[in-house]
């Protein structure tokens, strides 16, 4: 099934500099969980292709509805809920890994698109929960099955995490 037009014609082209400025801001509202879950290698190249009007606003799992319905409103796009053939909204989770159980082969390390993962080769790994986006790609890559996902054990979710879909105030030049 192929996306609509996102921007559709109702709104004259940006030039590069106003694109640019419009990435940057979807890619600020954007979660950071870098999953590719919305079809592009993480959530800025995602933006880039809102604010070139080739990706609808709807792509983002992690966003669930309310983050289809700030894109939506930063695109100046009727708001529409996440496709929901690309994954599951979830709550905040990190990865846990269970340390009887690693085997130190260093490949949720390399899936990990965030670097949230330490630990060395033939060592058991650890991950620092302040970093990890919850995006589960260390998940599948373990060939031990010893990585889990869990709320996080303390605090509220990181910085990075999808902000309320309350009404922002206007920007002043």
């Not at 990190?94 to 990990?112: H, L, N, P, R, S």
């Amino acid at each position: 099934m192929q996306d609509p037009p996102a921007l559709g014609s109702a709104r004259p082209p940006l030039d590069e500099d106003e694109r640019h400025a419009l990435a940057e801001r979807l890619d600020r509202i954007l979660p950071q969980t870098q999953c590719g879950q919305c079809g592009y290698a993480g959530c800025r190249p995602y933006a880039e292709a809102m604010a070139r009007g080739e990706a609808g606003p709807d792509r983002c799992p992690p966003g669930g509805d309310a983050g289809a319905r700030v894109l939506a409103k930063a695109l100046g796009v009727p708001a529409r809920p996440y496709d929901r053939s690309r994954g599951e909204h979830k709550p905040h989770q990190v990865a846990f890994i269970i340390e009887d159980e690693c085997i130190g082969c260093t490949k949720c390390i390399q899936a990990c698109p965030v670097d949230a993962i330490i630990g060395g080769p033939k060592h058991m790994h650890t991950v620092l929960d302040d970093l990890c986006t919850g995006c589960e790609l260390c998940v599948p890559a373990c060939p031990v099955d010893c990585i889990v996902m869990e709320a996080p054990t303390d605090g509220p979710a990181p910085a990075t995490a999808l902000p309320p879909a309350a009404p922002t105030a206007p920007s002043t030049p």
